[in-house]
């Protein structure tokens, strides 16, 4: 069965240029937490630009366009959302941006990835905690009295909770 929503990215290798594209900008790799609240802020920000928009500002066409950046699953654990594959394997490894976006689509979603991320470097990591706390999507799959925090996130409520929010 072919999936609805194909990711864009291979999760792992858009950690590795969100580590490459830390590193240019502050001359150290990005922590496994940061990282985590970003891939969440990502996947949410990139779903809701691709819901809410037919097409963008320069009238690009999105509808072609796949509204998950990737297709691994959130958990919902104690710091907020985790991508648990991202957490078993992140190595601080770096990919260029000609190694990433290697095909128009990507070359365009890795702008969008850039700025957002731009912004979200800024941010202190407990911060992106706070903030990723403060969701909904969230919230309703971590309970604190659980012996293991990994309940499954659902990628579409993600998206839709951005959307609103847009």
Sequence with gaps: MEK???GIFDVLDLTKFLN??????????????????????????WGAFVKKS??????KELVSYSPYLFDSD??????????????????NEQLREEEIFDTDEK???G????????ELFE????????????????KKKFNIDEKFHNQLMDKDEIINEFAREI
């Design 4 to 6: 609805k929503n194909k």
């Design 54 to 59: 037919s097409v963008d500002n320069d009238g």
């Design 123 to 138: 941010l202190s990591d407990f911060r992106l905690v706070e903030l990723s706390h403060q969701k909904d999507c969230w």
């Design 111 to 118: 702008h969008f990835i850039m700025d957002l991320c731009t």
């Design 20 to 45: 490459f594209f830390h590193f240019k900008k502050y001359g150290k790799d990005i922590s496994l937490l940061k990282l985590q609240k970003v891939l969440f802020f990502l996947f949410g920000e």
């Design 74 to 91: 959130f958990e919902a654990w104690v710091y907020g959302p985790v991508v648990n594959e991202v957490y078993r394997k992140f190595q």
């Design 107 to 109: 070359k365009y979603v």
